[in-house]
T-cell receptor, first 122, second 107 residues
Framework: QVQLQESGPGLVKSSETLSLTCTVSGASISDSYWSWIRQRPGKGLEWIGYVSNSGTPNFNPSLKSRVTMSVDTSKNQLSLRLTSVTATDTAVYYCARQVTILEVIIVYFDSWGQGTQATVSS | SFELTQPLSVSVALGQTARITCRGTSIESYNVHWYQQKPGQAPVLVIYTISGRPSAIPERFSGSNSGDTATLTISSAQDGDEADYYC??????????FGGGTRLTVL
């Protein structure tokens, strides 16, 4: 049973960089695609981007200029960096395992972490 | 970019059938997936690839997709089904798209 656990600072100052980590257990991070998804307070789900099993990223166009993602296979972790944050980046951030079969346009999320709250303060 | 439209809320009497819709242009051409999210919890996949069901999800949950509408159907609705439900697809512009979510209330 795959398990995902997000971690991060919780509080970030406006204009600074948010850095989050997702630790995966029960599966090799090299075997799947992995996504970050966020949920602003009282709002719906917003996909941030994914990193493929070969380390290739793909980002939501609306966030692309501020996002980087990477994987550390030695620690079985993936990371997210979001630069120049503002209050609108305050959200719960989830990492999720992504089932990906691009040849038939199938992409969905079968396992999710519990999420980590990130609050941007002024 | 592709847009998925869901009703803000749906109500269903206990034991009856709930249908939650997800509208998008020619959505029948896409694989649609559904998630359940209860308050304070992470989303859970309930339907994948239109009508597939993870092993832990009851048979009461089913999906369909036709024309401009994908539908999540929950038969014999129970109190424990009260949650927010989100549809999701992969857009041809290489992006994940979520619907806005539907709050299901069991009366």
């Amino acid at each position: 049973q795959v398990q995902l656990q997000e971690s991060g600072p919780g509080l970030v100052k406006s204009s600074e960089t948010l850095s989050l980590t997702c630790t995966v257990s029960g599966a090799s991070i090299s075997d799947s695609y992995w996504s970050w998804i966020r949920q602003r307070p009282g709002k719906g789900l917003e996909w941030i981007g994914y990193v493929s099993n070969s380390g290739t990223p793909n980002f939501n166009p609306s966030l692309k200029s501020r996002v980087t993602m990477s994987v550390d296979t030695s620690k079985n972790q993936l990371s997210l960096r979001l630069t120049s944050v503002t209050a609108t980046d305050t959200a719960v951030y989830y990492c999720a395992r992504q089932v990906t079969i691009l040849e038939v346009i199938i992409v969905y999320f079968d396992s999710w972490g519990q999420g980590t709250q990130a609050t941007v303060s002024s | 970019s592709f847009e998925l439209t869901q009703p803000l809320s749906v109500s269903v009497a206990l034991g009856q059938t709930a249908r939650i819709t997800c509208r998008g242009t020619s959505i029948e051409s896409y694989n649609v997936h559904w998630y359940q999210q209860k308050p304070g919890q992470a989303p859970v996949l309930v339907i994948y690839t239109i009508s597939g069901r993870p092993s832990a999800i009851p048979e009461r949950f089913s999906g369909s997709n036709s024309g401009d509408t994908a539908t999540l159907t929950i038969s014999s609705a129970q109190d424990g089904d009260e949650a927010d439900y989100y549809c999701q697809m992969w857009d041809t512009s290489s992006a994940v798209v979520f619907g806005g979510g539907t709050r299901l209330t069991v009366l």
